[in-house]
């Protein structure tokens, strides 16, 4: 049976993989979240199913990846077949910050540490708690959802001086993503960076939705005011189900790649 784990799980992106990998005969879904009860769209999803699985992990507390990877192998003797790593901070009151929105150099300084644990450090915590899973299946996917928010081509191209701690961290990321490709090549693994494009996810935000609504339109009409480029926003079943085409068909000479959810490798919209 194709086991998933999805870090991250609880709404947005990360929620609508569950539903989507749910939804497959025969496939079981690990969705690792910071607070299970407090999940309450993915509790609706996985209500009465029997093939997905909530379990608590922080993804900037190592220990309790350790915990949720012990808590899959009872599940799956011992074996996962894909690691989708989708976790961010995406707080929409600190992600679009720039270099002079903080008052404080401590500010700044606090904001990008907390921003790197769980961006940076958080895909290396979840891959290596995983490993041994992951060394334990045939398929060996590890996909990190990346952003071009922390591609250098794409923040040239859509003018985006803002959104530094976000941007710097999920760089970082694409790094990190990288240097694990490398490391597990020879192993038989295809480990890539994923972007999901721009995805409206506004309707499992919890208490900001609107808030959350708006920073996207804000966003893409500054792009459109500065580049002439307007940025298509998509709905999280339109780009998961692109994104899970893309997983689905990946092959060894993927491996390393920064891939766009349509699967040619990432580069920023035109
Ligand atoms: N939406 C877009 O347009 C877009 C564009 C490019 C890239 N991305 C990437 O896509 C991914 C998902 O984004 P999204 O838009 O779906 O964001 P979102 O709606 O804000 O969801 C973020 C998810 O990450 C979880 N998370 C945050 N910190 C965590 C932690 N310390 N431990 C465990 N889980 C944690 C959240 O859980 P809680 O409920 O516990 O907070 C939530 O499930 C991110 O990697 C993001 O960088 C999104």
Redesign the pocket.
Known sequence: MPSYAV??????????YVRQLASRPDTSVFA????PA??TH?QAVAAGLKNVHIIA?????YS?LEHAAKQVAEVTEGKLDCLI????????NT?HKGFDDYTTMEELDSEFTSAF???SL?PIHSITAFLPLLRASNTKKIV???????DLKAIQALNIANMVA?GMT?AA?VIATTKFAIKLKDEGFVVVTL???????SA???TDEDV?AEG?AAFTSLVKEYTGIQIA??T?QA?VAAQLRTIDGLEASRNGLFLSHRSGEYRPPT
């Open positions: 870090i991250g799980a609880s709404r947005g992106i990360g929620l609508e690792i979240v910071r607070n407090g999940s993915l992990s922080d993804v900037a507390d309790t790593h989708n976790a961010a901070n995406m707080d929409i992600v644990k769980v961006n958080g990190v959802i990346g952003s071009g928010a922390g976000y999920k990321a972007a999901p494009g721009m995805v409206d996810t499992t935000a919890g959350v996207y926003v998509q999280p780009s």
